[in-house]
């Protein structure tokens, strides 16, 4: 959630550290989506985002998380535990693979980040 007054970037760097324990940098949108709630009859957008974490340590918010899970790209795994992730985790890997990202990468990296 983005609270009044704060960047996108701000909130997402402060959900990161508060749910996992990371200090992330944006690096690029991966996807915006939406969850359809048929219960409530609401619909929930949200964006995907790649982030860049130096550190590999995961300090897990235990209320909303019960486990988490690193992965190696390209995936050669199924994903079925979040609706749509693998097919994000399958377009951010073409894209970081391509070089696309890769030039954005070496300069955040080169400037610290």
């Known amino acids: 959630m983005v609270n009044r007054g704060e ?19 944006p690096w690029f949108i991966v996807e915006a989506y939406e969850i359809h709630v048929s219960t409530a009859q609401k619909i929930i957008p949200g964006v995907r985002f ?7 340590k995961i300090n897990l918010n235990k209320r909303e998380f019960s486990t988490h899970k690193w992965l190696s790209l390209p995936l050669k795994e199924t994903l079925d535990w979040i609706d749509g992730i693998e097919k994000a985790i399958h377009q951010m890997t073409t894209r970081v693979l391509s070089g696309e990202e890769n030039h954005n990468l070496k300069d955040d990296l080169s400037n610290g980040g």
Not at 8 to 24: H, I, N, P, T
Not at 50 to 56: E, G, R, V
């Open 50 to 56: 790649a982030c860049l974490a130096h550190q590999k």
């Open 7 to 25: 960047s996108f970037d701000s909130a997402l760097k402060r959900q990161m550290f508060e749910e996992f324990g990371l200090a992330v940098e």
